[in-house]
Structures are given as structure tokens and as C-alpha cells.
């Protein structure tokens, strides 16, 4: 009796013993550097359970032993709040900080740049083109009607969310530029002011220059002059699918369409292009100045004129330089 009583306490301490250096095994599994040898990142598909997460962890090589996950997600009763998305690990993360990451729900935040100046088309060519957006758009937005801007984005979000963020940021801004415009401008709309920063956009890369830009042309309109800008006879030609591709010539100058603001007066039927924040504040507050005329000056830049006469001066020059450069 004694000796089976003996062997019974035995198996017991044995088993307390086995169990315990279990746990301490586990423990340090989860608690430990993981086997990750190089940044990874994981997409946990919505819907996944428990253990289809841990295989996946498994397979690109976060964690060493999926059961130890398993485990430890139960006994800590969160293998119901993990959540779906894309993660990035670094190298020898531990299954702890994995576990974690996926109940924080702490997931890569991707970004879009959109420039300024695109048309609407190109923009939703970027968004086409950009990996780990979802979903068709399936209207074409008007043109002027998003903000360019960097936006962020999880990945498997919808491409018409990010399109809605874009047109909710142009009003939000038209609104609140419109709001602290300068007096005395030659048009009554915020659609208006839109399409001439859409055309002062598209004439200058220059920042500095948006407010002088957009002064020549509101004096211009001021005086019924035509704005005569080559952007808006290049938008007439392409309708905005993309660049033209080559230079304007004499003949397109004379193209009879509403956009061509060679031959018609006033603004175009409307913008041109999605112009950027600075390109709207600088047409609703531009530069005191009685500039009626610019070209290029040869450095990325504009040569100004208030008379026809300075103006002829500058083009002259500018078409000096471009022989130079030709030879």
C-alpha cells in the first residue's frame, strides 16, 4: 500500500514538474525573440479564426510554434479580438508583441500622393494603379472637385472612400478660402475662383509665382481681356485624358472651343485641372499689381510685364534662349 501510495505521489510530483517546465517553455516561447529573420508583412484576411491566423503567422515565419499562440490567446481570452488587416513585423518579434499588435489592431497605414494639377482621369489612374486599394470607381468626378493632397489608407480599403476624402477636402477648403477672399474680384462664384486656380495651377510649378500668376489674370479679366492661356487650349485638345504630348502650335491656338481662351473671353466653362490649396488662396487673395502679361524666362520661371511692348521684350528673349538651347 505504502509503496503504491509512494508512486502515486511520485506520478503526481512528476506531472506538477512536467507541467511546470511546460509552462516555463511556453512561456518563453511567447515571451522570447521569434524566429523572424527580416521585416514581413502579413495580411490577416477578414473573417479568420484563431488558429487559420496562427498557420498564417506560421508560414511567413513570425512565430516558431502556432500552438503556444493558440494557447496563450485563449487563456488570455482574446482570440476573439483579432482583428483583420495588414502588419508589419520586424525582425525577432516576439509572439506576445504579435499577439498585441493584432488585438490593437495596429495595421500598416499606406498613402497616396496626388499632385497637383492632375486632371480627374489621371487621378483615378492613380488610384487604379495604387496596390492595396479595392473596388471599381465608377463615375468619373468633375474636374476641380479633388483636393490634391497625400491621403492614407489601410490596405483593402475601398478606392470610392479615398475619392470621397479627396472631393470632402476641395469643399471643405473652397469653403473656408472663399470665406477671407479678397474684395472686388471679377467673378461671384467659388466654382468660378475654382477654374481660374485650375488654370493658375497649371501654369506654374513655381510657388511663389501662383500669386502674381493669378494677378495678371484677374487683371486681364478686369479689363474683358482674353486670358490667352496655353493650358486651357491644351485641356480643349485632350479633354484632360492626359498631356498632349507635344507643343502647342499657331494652328491649335485657333482651335474653335469653349475651353480655348484665345478665342473666347471670360473663364472657361470650368476648371481644367484639380488645382492644390496655394493655387485657390492664391486666386481668391493675389498680388497687388498692374501685370497684364508673363512668359517663360528660361530658369523655370516667369518674365512680368504691365505693357505689350516689355511683353514682346520678354518673348523675344525667352525665344532667344530656346534657339540657343536648340543649337
Given at each position: 500500500?505504502?509503496?503504491?501510495?509512494?508512486l502515486?505521489?511520485?506520478?503526481?510530483?512528476?506531472?506538477?514538474?512536467v507541467?511546470g517546465?511546460?509552462?516555463?517553455?511556453?512561456?518563453f516561447?511567447?515571451t522570447?525573440?521569434?524566429?523572424?529573420?527580416?521585416?514581413?508583412?502579413?495580411?490577416?484576411p477578414?473573417?479568420?479564426?484563431?488558429?487559420?491566423?496562427?498557420?498564417?503567422?506560421?508560414t511567413?515565419?513570425?512565430?516558431?510554434?502556432?500552438?503556444?499562440?493558440?494557447?496563450?490567446?485563449?487563456?488570455?481570452?482574446?482570440?476573439g479580438?483579432?482583428?483583420?488587416?495588414?502588419?508589419?513585423?520586424?525582425?525577432?518579434v516576439?509572439?506576445?508583441?504579435?499577439?498585441d499588435?493584432?488585438?490593437?489592431?495596429?495595421?500598416?497605414?499606406?498613402?497616396?500622393?496626388?499632385?497637383?494639377?492632375?486632371?480627374?482621369v489621371?487621378?483615378?489612374?492613380?488610384?487604379?494603379e495604387?496596390?492595396?486599394?479595392v473596388?471599381?470607381?465608377?463615375?468619373?468626378?468633375?474636374?476641380?472637385?479633388?483636393?490634391?493632397?497625400?491621403?492614407?489608407?489601410?490596405?483593402?480599403?475601398?478606392?470610392?472612400?479615398?475619392?470621397?476624402?479627396?472631393?470632402?477636402?476641395?469643399?471643405?477648403?473652397?469653403?473656408?478660402?472663399?470665406?477671407?477672399?479678397?474684395?472686388?474680384?471679377?467673378?461671384?462664384?467659388?466654382?468660378?475662383?475654382?477654374?481660374?486656380?485650375?488654370?493658375?495651377?497649371?501654369?506654374t510649378?513655381?510657388?511663389?509665382?501662383?500669386?502674381?500668376?493669378?494677378?495678371?489674370?484677374?487683371n486681364?479679366?478686369?479689363?474683358?481681356?482674353?486670358?490667352?492661356?496655353?493650358?486651357?487650349?491644351?485641356?480643349?485638345?485632350?479633354?484632360?485624358?492626359?498631356p498632349?504630348?507635344?507643343?502647342?502650335?499657331?494652328?491649335?491656338?485657333?482651335?474653335?472651343?469653349?475651353?480655348?481662351?484665345?478665342?473666347?473671353?471670360?473663364?472657361?466653362?470650368?476648371?481644367?485641372?484639380?488645382?492644390?490649396?496655394?493655387?485657390?488662396?492664391?486666386?481668391?487673395?493675389?498680388?497687388?499689381?498692374?501685370?497684364?502679361?508673363?512668359?517663360?524666362?528660361?530658369?523655370?520661371?516667369?518674365?512680368?510685364?504691365?505693357?505689350?511692348?516689355?511683353?514682346?521684350?520678354?518673348?523675344?528673349r525667352?525665344?532667344?534662349?530656346?534657339q540657343?538651347?536648340?543649337n
Open positions: 500500500m505504502r509503496r503504491t501510495l509512494n502515486l505521489l511520485g506520478l503526481v510530483l512528476f506531472g506538477v514538474i507541467a517546465g511546460t509552462a516555463m517553455w511556453g512561456y516561447i511567447f522570447g525573440p521569434g524566429p523572424l529573420a527580416a521585416p514581413v508583412n502579413v495580411v490577416v477578414a473573417g479568420a479564426g484563431l488558429r487559420p491566423i496562427a498557420a498564417q503567422l506560421e511567413a515565419g513570425v512565430i516558431r510554434n502556432p500552438f503556444v499562440f493558440i494557447i496563450a490567446a485563449r487563456l488570455r481570452n482574446l482570440h479580438s483579432l482583428k483583420a488587416g495588414e502588419y508589419a513585423f520586424d525582425p525577432t516576439s509572439q506576445q508583441a504579435v499577439l499588435k493584432l488585438v490593437r489592431h495596429d495595421t500598416v497605414v499606406r498613402r497616396i500622393t496626388i499632385p497637383e494639377g492632375l486632371t480627374s489621371e487621378i483615378l489612374t492613380l488610384l487604379e495604387a496596390d492595396g486599394l473596388g471599381v470607381i465608377e463615375a468619373l468626378p468633375d474636374e476641380g472637385a479633388l483636393l490634391p493632397e497625400t491621403y492614407h489608407f489601410a490596405y483593402g480599403d475601398p478606392r470610392v472612400d479615398v475619392l470621397d476624402r479627396m472631393e470632402a477636402e476641395m469643399k471643405q477648403a473652397l469653403d473656408e478660402l472663399w470665406r477671407v477672399r479678397m474684395e472686388g474680384l471679377p467673378f461671384s462664384s467659388k466654382e468660378e475662383a475654382l477654374t481660374l486656380a485650375s488654370i493658375v495651377e497649371k501654369e510649378s513655381v510657388a511663389g509665382e501662383r500669386p502674381r500668376i493669378a494677378a495678371v489674370f484677374i486681364r479679366l478686369q479689363r474683358k481681356m482674353r486670358l490667352q492661356s496655353d493650358p486651357t487650349v491644351v485641356y480643349a485638345l485632350t479633354g484632360g485624358r492626359g498632349l504630348g507635344r507643343e502647342l502650335t499657331r494652328l491649335d491656338l485657333k482651335t474653335d472651343h469653349p475651353y480655348n481662351t484665345y478665342e473666347y473671353p471670360g473663364l472657361p466653362p470650368g476648371p481644367i485641372s484639380n488645382p492644390g490649396r496655394a493655387s485657390i488662396e492664391a486666386v481668391l487673395n493675389p498680388l497687388i499689381t498692374e501685370e497684364l502679361y508673363f512668359v517663360a524666362d528660361g530658369t523655370g520661371g516667369h518674365a512680368f510685364a504691365k505693357t505689350l511692348e516689355e511683353h514682346n521684350r520678354n518673348v523675344a525667352w525665344r532667344r534662349l530656346q540657343r538651347s536648340d
